[in-house]
């Protein structure tokens, strides 16, 4: 299970940033050209959050199955970086980074008919975005 897990969470990392990358770029298209955010780019936009919400559930299983994850926790480990990434900062950073994106969903989803439905999408999935991939595992992933 653990392995599957481990697979599952690094294929679906290619899914999360290329949702979140075109969500991103398709907002920002919309912002600067002043168009109305409308109800075909707010399913848009569910290419960003989809990914993001299922890699979520993933991580939090696989943070209780993992080797890497809630089992290593201990003062010694949180004085190693590469322990600390895994125990604390990824699974933190992350968790934020999803609750932003849903947040700048839940926003664009309530400004349908104005262009500031895509400020709400640029805004939000452009912090969430960066912060994933400052603290995606990069010593381990996209592996060799
Ligand atoms: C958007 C959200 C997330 C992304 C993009 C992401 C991405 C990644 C990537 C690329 C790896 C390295 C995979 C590999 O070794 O090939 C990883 C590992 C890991 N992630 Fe996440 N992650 C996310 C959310 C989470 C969350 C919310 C948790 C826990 C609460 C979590 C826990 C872990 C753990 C424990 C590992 C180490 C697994 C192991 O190799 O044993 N992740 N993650």
Redesign the pocket.
């Known amino acids: 299970m653990?392995t599957g897990l481990?697979h599952l969470?690094?294929y679906?990392?290619y899914l999360?940033?290329l949702g979140l990358i075109i969500s991103f770029l398709a907002a920002l298209a919309g912002l600067f050209g002043s168009r109305l955010f409308t109800d075909k780019d707010r399913k848009l936009s569910l290419l960003g959050l989809i990914p993001?919400h299922l890699?979520?559930v993933v991580?939090?299983i696989?943070?209780f199955v993992?080797?890497?994850?809630f089992s290593n926790f201990s003062g010694e480990a949180m004085g190693d970086s590469v322990s600390r990434l895994?125990i604390l900062e990824?699974?933190l950073t992350?968790?934020i980074?999803?609750i932003l994106i849903t947040i700048g969903y839940s926003r664009a989803k309530r400004m349908q008919g104005t262009n500031a439905g895509f400020k709400s999408i640029a805004i939000f999935y452009g912090i969430g975005l960066a912060l994933?991939l400052l603290r995606?595992?990069w010593n381990?992933?996209?592996?060799n």
Do not use: C
Not at 140 to 143: D, N, T, V
């Open positions: 653990y481990q969470h690094s679906l990392t999360v940033l993001v890699q979520w991580g939090i696989l943070y993992s080797p890497r994850g895994y990824h699974p992350m968790i980074a999803v994933i995606i595992p381990a992933w996209p592996g």
